[in-house]
């Protein structure tokens, strides 16, 4: 399975690529919404991790174009919540069609038990 992890921060995409590729997936990155559609549309994932909030492409905006273009391609959406808190913008990535939401830190055994169960149905 390939899994796009979408994030401004270099050490979060090093993190979430290690639990990914320890899980037995293929990984592939990009640093803001821009860079992860367009990866999206060259080398389709069956499943995006994207962060909401980043320059260039946010989040929530991301994730709205994944659902119009890739309907069926799950989506994890993680947030450390910016200046408001991650209870501003995650219920939000939610209601647009995220599957499930993570707050930073999290716990990354069960990141990786998630990513696991929403690919299980894609088999």
């Known amino acids: 399975m390939r899994i796009l992890v979408i994030d401004d921060d270099q ?3 090093t993190l979430i690529r290690q639990v990914v590729e320890w899980a037995g997936d293929e990984v592939v990155e990009a640093e803001d919404g821009r860079a992860g559609m367009q990866q999206q549309r060259l080398h389709r994932a069956d499943l995006v991790i994207t962060d909401l909030i980043m320059p260039e492409q946010e989040g929530l905006e ?8 890739f309907p069926d391609t799950k989506i994890i959406a993680i947030s450390g919540g910016g200046r ?4 501003a913008y995650l219920p939000a990535a939610k209601e647009l069609g995220a599957d499930r939401i993570f707050t930073k830190p999290f716990d990354v055994k069960e990141l990786a038990d998630t990513i696991k169960e929403l690919l299980a149905n894609e088999e």
């Open 84 to 87: 408001i808190g991650p209870e």
């Open 62 to 69: 991301t994730i709205t174009s994944l659902k119009k273009e």
């Open 11 to 13: 050490q979060m995409r």
